[in-house]
């Protein structure tokens, strides 16, 4: 570094000091201004002798660095690498054109920074992240072990000096690049020494770059809030930041006291509109790592502050749909119903849609006498299976199991199936203590999106078990004025979660030749119905 | 007038399918899958009738809404019976035409045969999805719903033919270009065609064929006539 550039920097220092200063006086904190700029940040240093250890570390965070550039978990994101570049360059007090930054796309709160330079920073820890400032409190921490390099130290400080040439042969073996950064990590846990202090100097970056300070604690708080669901026994098992950076409970009122209430930048808006293109990837990573407790304390957390967010309630959704216990399968349905209301939803809403009406009416099970073709497939997103002889546009058997109070029995009638005069499309949807006249209603409702319906007969009849009524309709249908005739079951069980569940069958197929054929191997289906015990989990 | 919008709107959809799934079932060649398992010829001396052509016609306005024309299926229709006439390795001495007053009763029959046909098309044809239990085999039958057209006419087959053509407007054809500029595909207009050789004594479907593509034109002669031959173009012979 020349005196040049080094005077000027010294005048810009003193410059913030002095604004920071003011800041501080006008909040009446004026000591705290004072604690942080007493922290001076150590010039860039050059590259070591190779022949030294420290030099040694370098090459060998040089090739795992080439090796991680060309890794798929690198994120390629021209505008993402370049606005966390940014934020690293305006954090770093003249250490920018040392650091790199890699976004890596692992569903884990972490970050890391090597003595090289090369600093990684987890999907899982900017999904986590509300907004900037948080983000520059992190990224500040990191900072702060490297510029006072408390990797060196630490290697130094390890009793077998053999330490390093170990973990060289280690990552020789380790076959993805995932593992070797795990165990990199591992290399540099730091010193409960070492975390106060980075946690200083990083308060000292981020509020030197503008940014409130408070929100440091705020990182800790919900980190604190999602170990605390699973008791954080196995925190330090898992990859995450906790595991490599000791904390204590007096860690937050610290980073409280040290921000002070000067306040200054959060960036809410502008980190929300950065991370947007990636952020419904990162939230699948994150259901699909199995913490199911943990996701939906830190979904909980975002839905709070965004509740009309469509990707964060089918990550919700999702979370409920693939736990499955309890009362999780409503809630799934809730969410992402919701999500599939709101503008734009996730494509994945309507599959995820699908899957929670398939893993519902799996309760009810059918043995087949004679050989049907499902037509069904997941992607279907009405809440009945249905099935077929002769192809969808002669005959079908369609089968709902576990319909649940508030529930519609089917999802989105057919735009073409619409009455160009018809203003809302009426959607018919199960309630509670229904009479049978009202349940048969409920089924009028559904195939008069199909065409002029008509019952002919209503009788009792028992269904999967349950006392209910059996209906015989006619249908003539809009799109071809083929005659139809059909044949329904329904009953209404008990259920101690919901009140009550609607099961039910129905059979449609072309009056002329077809229906009297293919009635006895509907029939003989839906003799067969019964209800399981418990839903199969999927 | 909607819902007929829709079927053309449907077929239009299964065009675009095929186009771009199956090229191969736009020029279907005569093939195993064209004939029921077991029939390849119609029988020495056998009669059939042809029953009049289920066809609508319509207009694709410049936003792609379709709507009916009765002109169009009108001059369709004629151009239809013509090319059919003059095919005379289809129809012959022993064809039997349908008067127009027959169509009443028989009009279930054909919406029958319709969705029949489109059942065909779409799993046997298609194979969207194909159907487990047919084996790949073409083994549809209109059932016993056939015997009062053998007994009005005596035949021992019957053909019939399920038609909705789209053809794009001038305002249609403009908006083509322009978006064609913009590097935006539109489609023009399709034929969807279907035609079922039905056996009257069992009212199985022993050969079928469709077409689905965006070219084919029944509002003139000569192209009319292309369409009856690309549709009929594995159609099964007499047995001498």
């Known amino acids: ?538 | 007038m909607h819902r007929i919008a829709f079927r053309a709107a449907f077929a239009a959809a299964l065009v675009a399918v095929s186009c771009l799934a199956v090229p191969a079932v736009a020029q279907t060649g005569a093939s195993s899958r064209n004939y029921a398992p077991g029939f390849s010829q119609r029988a020495a001396g056998s009669r059939m009738v042809v029953v009049q052509t289920d066809m609508e016609l319509f207009s694709q306005s410049a936003g792609g809404v379709l709507e009916p024309r009765a002109d169009w299926t009108e001059a369709a229709q004629k151009n239809f019976r013509a090319a059919l006439t003059a095919q005379k390795r289809v129809v012959g001495d022993n064809t039997i035409a349908l008067q127009e007053k027959d169509m009443d009763e028989l009009a279930q029959l054909n919406a029958l045969h319709g969705a029949v046909a489109e059942a065909v098309f779409v799993h046997h044809m298609l194979g969207a999805p194909a159907l487990p239990t047919k084996g790949r085999l073409l083994d549809w039958t209109l059932g016993d719903a056939v015997q009062p057209l053998r007994e009005r006419t005596g035949a021992d087959y019957a053909l019939f033919f399920w038609i909705r053509d789209s053809y794009a407007s001038a305002e249609r054809k403009v908006a083509i270009v322009a978006m064609a500029l913009l590097g935006v595909g539109l489609t023009g207009g399709s034929q969807t065609g279907y035609a079922s050789l039905v056996d009257l004594r069992t009212g199985r479907v022993v050969w079928f064929n469709n077409l689905a593509r965006g070219f084919g034109d029944l509002r003139e002669p000569e192209p009319a006539r292309e369409t009856v031959e690309a549709l009929l173009k594995s159609f099964p012979e007499v047995a001498r």
């Open chain 1, 1 to 538: 570094m020349d005196a040049h550039e080094s005077g000027r920097r010294g005048f810009l220092r003193s410059a913030c000091r002095h604004c920071l200063g003011l800041g501080a006086l006008a909040g009446g904190v004026g000591a705290l201004a004072q604690d942080l700029s007493g922290i001076k940040v150590p010039p860039r240093f050059a590259r070591p002798a190779s022949d030294t250890d420290e030099g040694g570390l370098w090459g060998m965070m040089d090739r795992e660095e080439v090796r991680l550039k060309r890794s798929p978990l690198t994120i390629r994101d021209k505008e993402l690498q370049s606005y966390l570049a940014d934020l690293v360059c305006r954090l770093s007090d003249g250490h920018c054109p040392d650091i790199r930054v890699h976004p890596v796309r692992m569903p884990r709160f972490n970050a890391m920074m090597a003595p090289n330079g090369m600093m990684l920073v987890w999907s899982g820890l900017m999904l986590r992240m509300e907004n900037e400032a948080q983000l520059a409190a992190v990224l500040g921490h990191e900072l702060g072990h490297y510029v006072e390099r408390h990797q060196v130290e630490q290697l130094r400080a390890a009793k077998d000096r053999a330490v390093l040439s170990t973990v060289v042969g280690m990552i020789g073996g380790v076959g993805t690049v995932l593992g070797q950064i795990g165990l990199l990590a591992d290399m540099f846990a730091f010193s409960r020494e070492h975390e106060e202090r980075a946690d200083r100097m990083g308060m000292r970056l981020m509020r030197h770059a503008g940014y409130d300070g408070r929100e440091a604690a705020a990182v800790w708080d919900n980190l604190l809030a999602e170990m605390q669901v699973t008791g954080g026994k196995d925190v330090g098992k898992r990859g995450d930041l906790f595991e490599t950076h000791p904390t204590t409970a007096g860690r937050r009122d610290q980073l409280l006291k040290l921000a002070g209430d000067a306040g200054g930048i959060t960036g809410d808006e502008a980190y929300r509109k950065k991370i947007a293109p990636l952020r419904l990837g990162w939230l699948q990573d994150e259901v699909k790592r199995g913490q199911y407790e943990e996701s939906l304390v830190l979904f909980d957390r975002m839905l709070k502050k965004e509740g009309q967010d469509a990707e964060l309630l089918y990550a919700r959704g999702e979370v409920y749909r693939t736990r499955d216990e309890g009362n999780d399968m409503q809630q799934a349905l809730t969410d992402l119903d919701r999500a599939s209301r709101l503008p734009r939803p996730p494509v994945e809403t309507f599959r995820a849609l699908g899957l929670v009406h398939k893993q519902r009416h799996e309760r009810l099970a059918v043995h087949l006498t004679e050989a049907w073709n499902k037509v069904s497939d997941p992607w279907e997103v009405d809440p009945y299976d249905t099935w077929t002889q002769e192809g969808i546009p002669l005959d079908h058997l369609r089968l709902w199991g576990g319909v649940r109070p508030g529930q519609p029995l089917m999802t989105k009638p057919a735009m073409f199936s619409r009455e160009p005069d018809a203003k809302e499309r009426r959607v018919p949807t199960f309630r509670a203590g229904l009479p049978p006249e009202k349940l048969v209603g409920l089924f009028e409702e559904l195939y008069a999106t199909a065409g002029t319906v008509a019952i002919t007969r209503v009788e009792p009849a028992m269904f999967a078990g349950q006392k209910g009524v059996r209906f015989e309709f006619t249908l003539a249908r809009r799109s071809d004025d083929l005659a139809m005739q059909g044949v329904g079951w329904v009953a209404v069980r008990p259920d101690p979660t919901w009140g009550e569940e609607l099961y039910a069958a129905t059979f449609v197929a072309p009056r002329l030749s077809f229906y009297e054929r293919l009635l006895p191997m509907a029939e003989a289906v839906v003799k067969t119905a019964r209800v399981r015990a418990t839903p199969p989990r999927s």
